[in-house]
């Protein structure tokens, strides 16, 4: 499935946890420090960039060559740094879609739901494959205050790979996942070591 | 010494280490695949991970956004300066940050201000060790973020806080027994957040530093190399079975391949202390190292 950002809420609904898509359109990079920004000054010239858009958590490793910036390495960082930050993110810059990886809370699923956004879930450490998917770097902003990997990156990307795995109907992929593999824990602590 | 030729040496040996994953760690990584069912999400995923390892190792940038912590393993002979193998290191990571092999990952950690060169208070780790040997061996390693904050520690014994409230039996004791439990349930809190496949080092005894550094040495080891200690290595294996029944799989999406391996050492404790020490790395397990003799590289280790 292709999609494209700005994401629609129609496009939205039919996600579920499980399906895998290729991303193309603008991608905005954010991580701990633009997370904070976002929360507490609430600026207001993000607003139209971020309607409907994609919010990517990633620190990449960017080259100036002339004029242009190029992406030279740009995998995902862990998502759940930014649990307490993403509900009201996603209320109040009204998100269609995060990118991230290892999955997120409570907060931010009933967020999802709520709000009609996805987590789409990049594979942890794709650093070479991802930075190929960017096409072009449109913008960054806070760069002389956050510094390169903190500071937010406008992207356009093309067949960006991901899954989702939270969607906006309270399913949470990386949930199913921790209940059953904390069965198995169980069993095996129960049983003890057996060749 | 000859001062040029060991500064060469150590920027070659940071591009090899954030580029180029040892043959060890990628022919491990292969042998998940097989493991896999085709066409499953972990056969994909570990097929686009050894994509992406392809990929760096071509154009020789970092195979992972976060370059990490350059953690430095240095054995000297008796008669060789610290402070300036210490200032050639330094330069070297500033060199690595124009060439891209690094990305400028300090930050001071009271402003939140990135400090743009990749060196500052504490950072680079290098530990220094003088030997009988008549070379320097250097061994790099660059540890992630991601798996570093999964890193686990428990004072034996010690309630296993998913089970407390269920079974108060189940918790961990000062045996061999206590330490799987342990071991296990570090596996299983680090899911989605690790970068699995996996590896983890682990320490059993120590006190609370020395414990978790031993741990993270323990990752030096090549994962072909056998642990001498005959009931280390048993629960070496033990765990390595146990760990991948808990269908984690690669990056947390389910999947037999959960960790890759388990490198158990032990060191003496006192009395009052038993502690077990997790440090865990992820699937970018990047560890290159180097022998120095006579201004030249005697040998590119793994």
Same mark, same amino acid.
């Given at each position: ?63 100036? &060559?002339?004029?242009?910036?190029? &992406? %030279? ?43 009609? %956004? &996805? ?11 991802? %930075? ?31 899954? &989702? ?31 | 010494? @000859? ?7 150590? #920027?070659?040996?940071?591009?090899? !280490? ?5 043959? @060890? ?154 330490? *799987? ?20 080092? #682990? ?33 070496? *294996? ?18 037999? !391949?959960?960790?890759?391996? #388990? ?15 997790? !440090? ?5 397990? *990047? ?16």
């Amino acid at each position: 499935m292709i999609l494209n950002s700005p994401i629609n809420k129609k496009d939205i609904d039919s996600l579920k946890a499980g399906d895998t898509a290729y991303l193309n359109g603008i991608i905005v990079t954010a991580r701990d420090a633009a997370h904070k920004y976002l929360i507490e000054k609430k600026p207001r010239k993000y607003k139209k960039l971020l309607k409907n858009g994609i919010i990517y958590h990633c620190g990449p490793v960017v080259d100036r &060559v002339g004029k242009k910036w190029i &992406v %030279a390495a740009a995998g995902p960082t862990t998502s759940m740094r930014e649990e307490p930050y993403t509900a009201e993110i996603i209320r109040e810059y009204e998100i269609s879609g995060i990118i991230g990886k290892g999955g997120m809370g409570d907060k931010t699923l009933n967020a999802l739901r709520k709000y009609k %956004a &996805v987590y789409f879930h990049a594979i942890g450490g794709l650093a070479q494959v991802l %930075a190929e998917c960017v096409v072009d770097v449109k913008d960054v902003f806070m760069l002389k205050e956050f510094g390169s990997p903190e500071a937010m990156w406008i992207l356009d990307v093309r067949d960006f790979p991901v899954t &989702v795995t939270m969607d906006s109907h309270g399913n949470s992929l990386h949930k199913i996942m921790y209940e059953k593999s904390e069965a198995v824990l169980d069993k095996l602590i129960k049983d003890g070591t057996r060749e | 010494m @000859d001062n040029e030729k060991l500064l060469d040496t150590f #920027v070659e040996l940071i591009r090899k !280490t954030s580029c180029n994953l040892p043959v @060890d760690v990628v022919s491990s990584i292969e042998g998940g695949l097989l493991n896999e069912k085709r066409g499953s999400i972990a056969y994909d995923t570990l097929q686009i991970i050894l994509k992406n390892i392809e990929i760096a190792r071509e154009k020789s940038l970092p195979m992972c956004q976060d370059t990490g912590t350059p953690v430095f393993y240095i054995n000297l002979p008796c008669g060789i300066s610290q402070g300036d193998i210490c200032n050639k290191i330094k330069k070297a990571i500033k060199i690595s940050v124009r060439k891209l092999y690094l990305r400028p990952n300090v930050v001071d950690t009271l402003t939140g201000k990135n400090l743009g060169g990749g060196t500052g208070a504490g950072y680079p780790v290098i530990h220094f060790e003088e030997w009988k040997k008549d070379y320097i061996r250097t061994i790099l390693m660059l540890k992630g973020g991601g798996c570093e904050n999964v890193g686990a520690q428990y004072s034996l014994p010690s309630p296993i806080k998913a089970l407390e409230d269920r079974d108060s039996r189940l918790n961990a004791g000062r045996d061999l027994e206590g330490v *799987r439990r342990c071991i296990l349930d570090a596996v299983h809190k680090a899911q989605g957040r690790g970068c699995a496949p996996g590896v983890i080092g #682990v320490c059993i005894g120590g006190d609370r530093v020395s414990s978790y550094e031993e741990s993270k040495r323990q990752l030096i080891k090549s994962l072909d190399d056998k642990n001498e200690n005959p009931v280390l290595y048993k629960l070496e *294996r033990e765990i390595a079975r146990d760990a991948n029944k808990l269908g984690i799989g690669p990056m947390g999406f389910g999947g037999r !391949t959960t960790l890759l391996g #388990v490198k158990i050492g032990s060191i003496c404790r006192i009395p009052a202390s038993y502690f077990v020490s997790i !440090t865990y790395m992820c699937w970018a397990y *990047r560890r290159r190292g180097f022998e120095y003799k006579g201004g030249k590289v005697k040998k590119w280790l793994y």
